[in-house]
Structure formats: structure tokens, C-alpha cells
């Protein structure tokens, strides 16, 4: 690659995905805007992940493009996503998860929008792939950050600036108006740099917390009624994997680490000072997200004790003697039915 700055830096980051990368890097050759970096960072894999990208990097026409990034460590994917975010240098950054795709036309719709908005964000949608093989609960929350299911009602045509009303923003964040994920969405690198938005040390939901800064901080959020990201979803990757006590661990860890997070966020923002019912519309909505993977893991114990000592045994580590009325407190949240009418779609 020249010196010349590229326009796009496609930011992937890599771990076991050695049945799906070859796809993913496909996607980008044929792109119709060629004025891109592909920055990969390998996060330890230890199958042939990182192996299928040299080869690429040394034979295929893309070679000249990617920029290899292997890890010492495995740090999880805020850190993978972070160090791609630094080694980047395009005018924009996207993020590309390493067994997805984007449509032929993703980055020169990206670029040409954002270009002529002069936007900070450009917010895009995703096509979701073999959704039918999802389990219930994940189908649920997927369906409510959807383009066909759940944010195609809420989006106008054409391409339009999102209010720079920051109750409005929050309202139709907490109400899945704004979907959370951080990919089929463009930033510009440096709107990222100077507010010092990267992704937070949490092992879930980080992508939320990661565009949430981008709501609070950005003037010109471009929202675009198309789907320029296919998302293939996978059984066997760690978000879509067993729910055990390992999981439920993360899940909590990120209710209650998470929520602390947002709040500090909020704290940064000066209409957050008078505006506390929007404050409160986040949290609320951040905390019912949350508590569906909980739901999930009552779901599977009923009311065994086995169930609650779980909880209790977690709690314990943030609360101490507290833990107890904490843990009951949660099991009775994943029981009420604040409405017969979920959230999302059904159909």
C-alpha cells in the first residue's frame, strides 16, 4: 500500500473463524470502492485463522491491502477491536466481524454518504443469515436489532440526519429506535480519536456501550434505510454458546460493571445534569436487555434452588452480606411481567 492515506480502514478482528475468514476477506475484494485497509488483528487463535489471512496477504490481489496485527495475549474483543482502531489510518473506520460479509457496494455507500453529510456516523443495517436456526431468546434480541424485523418501521427514506435532540436520541435508543451494534456502521477516525471513544473492558454488550458514546458525542449521525452488513449467525460462537454459570457470570458482571460505565458516560455529557428521566430511560433499558440472558438461565433451572444458589454465589463477589437480598431481588425482576405485549416483533 502507498503512503497516501487510505479512506476506509476495515477493522476485523480475528479468532478461530478459519471456516468463515476466506468469505469474509471475498466480500471485501469485490468491493466497488478499492480505497481501503483491511486492519486484522489475531487474537491467539489456534486453528488456521491467521495462517488463511497470510496467504491471502502474500498471494491474493488483497494482499497489498491487509495489515496483520497477531496478538501475544488473547485479550478478548474490546481489546482486539481497540489495537485495530489504533493501527488504523483511514479518514474512516468500520468494523467487520470475522465470519461475516458486507454487499458489494457497503463502503462506497458508506463513503459517498458520509462524504456528503460530512457525518461523524454513518448508521447503517444488517441482512441476518440463517435466523431460523437461532434459539428463542437469541432470536428475540435479534429480531429487536434488526433491519427486516425491528428498526425498518422506525427508519425514513432517504438518507437523513438523526436529531441532534439528545432526549429524543436517548428515547429512541432505549425503545431499540437505534440499534446497538457496532458493526454496518461508518466513523469517522478522527470524530473516534478526539472524544476518546473506544470499547469498554466488559465481556459483553460492548458494542452497545461503544455506539452509545458515538449518540452522545456525534452532530451529524447519518441514519441510512438499507442493510449493507450480512451477519451470519453461529451456533458454535462463544455469544451464542451454552448457557452456564460461566455465562451467567459475564452477563451479570456486565449489569452491574456495565451500567456503572454508562452512567459515566452520561456524567461527561452536560444535559444529563437536568435531565435525569433520560439518564433513567438508558439504564432501565440497558438493565432489561441484560436480564433477558438471565431470564434464559431461570428459564432452565425453574425454581430449583440450584438456580438461586448460582445467583447467590455470584452476587456474593460484588455485594458481600448483601448478596442475598440481591439475589432475591433478581430472581423476583426475571419473573414479573411488566406487559403482555413484548417489545419486538413476533412474526
Known sequence: MDSK??????????????????MTLLSLRNQTLQDFEIVIVDDCSTDDSLQIVRDFKESDELGSKIKIIALERNGGISNTRNVG??????????FLDNDDMMIPAALEIFVNTADEWN?????????????????????????????????KANLQAPAYLLTNDMSERMYNFSIYGIDWNVWGKLFRRDFLLI?????PKVKLTEDLLFVFQTLLHAKRYVMIP???????YRLDSTLHGERDKNFLRK????????????????DEVEHFKDHFKDREHVIDFYMNLELLGTKLMQKKYGEDDDYFEMIHEIYSQYFGNDATFIAFIHTIANRAQTSTTPPWPTD
Open 251 to 266: 452477563v451479570i458482571d456486565v449489569q452491574i460493571n456495565g451500567t456503572k460505565i454508562l452512567n459515566s458516560f452520561m
Open 85 to 94: 482502531l489504533r493501527f488504523s489510518e483511514g479518514e474512516y473506520v468500520t
Open 195 to 199: 472524544n476518546g471513544i473506544q470499547f
Open 226 to 232: 438499507e442493510a449493507l452488513y450480512v451477519y451470519r
Open 5 to 22: 492515506r487510505p479512506k476506509v480502514s476495515v477493522v476485523i478482528p480475528l479468532y478461530n473463524a478459519e471456516d468463515y475468514i476466506r
Open 119 to 151: 457525518a461523524e456516523v454513518v448508521h447503517t443495517h444488517s441482512h441476518y443469515q440463517n435466523p431460523k436456526d437461532m434459539p428463542q431468546g437469541d432470536r428475540m434480541t435479534f429480531r429487536m436489532a434488526s433491519f427486516e424485523h425491528g428498526n
